[in-house]
């Protein structure tokens, strides 16, 4: 069965920094491009990057240039969003998806999701 | 940079066509991805590459583009469709942004 599983929720202060992970089964991470996407609350999706887990090639949102790290651990089919010195505005729930294969060829659209991590930022 | 309008709300009555709209100056190069999304679940994709919809999602839903817009047709729409929905496309150097969001209300 493919999956994405995220690490859990976590609440932290403003100025840290947060790390979520995101764990591939039932398929080889290194084959896809893997995207984040977060929702604030009562706000819209909001796309932030995407990694190509196979040779670390990274693409973020403009606005989050140079705050946030996409990095691969690929022996554990694992990647991970790191955000630095957060705000009470990266409070989220940040997902985890699936996009195209790195073979070329367009995407077929974000089709496998994780569950979700909850970030609360607060003092 | 590189933006995707929605219309923030559609209303229709159970049975009816449900079209949303997203205007990009972009879409007439890129593809566009359409979304559905329920509170507490994670996004599904309902469409992708404009018009081609994966397994397992019902025919109801279709796209259609044209020129710098795209659209989401739900027909016959049902309750269980009440959601909403985000278009999602990349620009010419792989960045990708999401719409605004439409939702969707069946009264």
């Known amino acids: 069965q493919l999956q994405l599983v995220q690490s859990g929720a976590e609440v932290k202060k403003p100025g840290t920094s947060v790390k979520v992970s995101c764990q591939a089964y039932?398929?080889?991470?290194?084959?896809?491009?893997i995207h984040w996407v977060r929702q604030a609350p009562g706000q819209g999706l909001e796309w932030l990057a995407w990694i190509n887990p196979n040779n670390g090639d990274l693409r973020f949102g403009q606005k989050f240039h140079g705050r946030i790290t996409v990095s691969r651990d690929t022996p554990f089919n694992t990647v991970s969003l790191e955000v630095r010195s957060v705000t009470s505005d990266d409070t989220a729930v940040y997902f985890c998806a699936r996009g195209g294969t790195i073979y070329g060829g367009s995407s077929n659209g974000l089709d496998v999701w994780g569950q979700g991590t909850t970030i609360t930022v607060s003092s | 940079s590189f933006e995707l309008t929605q219309p923030p709300s559609v209303s229709v009555s159970p049975g009816q066509t449900a079209w949303i709209t997203c205007s990009g100056d972009?879409?007439?190069?890129?593809?566009a991805y359409w979304y559905q999304h329920k509170p507490g679940q994670a996004p599904l994709l309902i469409i992708y590459k404009d018009i081609e919809r994966p397994l397992g999602i019902p025919e109801r839903f279709s796209g259609s583009t044209s020129g710098t817009t795209v659209t989401l047709m739900i027909t016959g729409v049902q309750a269980e469709d009440e959601a909403d929905y985000y278009c999602?496309?990349?620009?010419?150097?792989?960045?990708?942004?999401f719409g605004g969001g439409t939702k969707l209300t069946v009264l």
């Open positions: 999602h496309s990349s620009d010419s150097n792989d960045v990708w942004v």
């Open positions: 972009a879409l007439p190069k890129q593809y």
């Open positions: 039932g398929f080889t991470l290194t084959d896809y491009f």
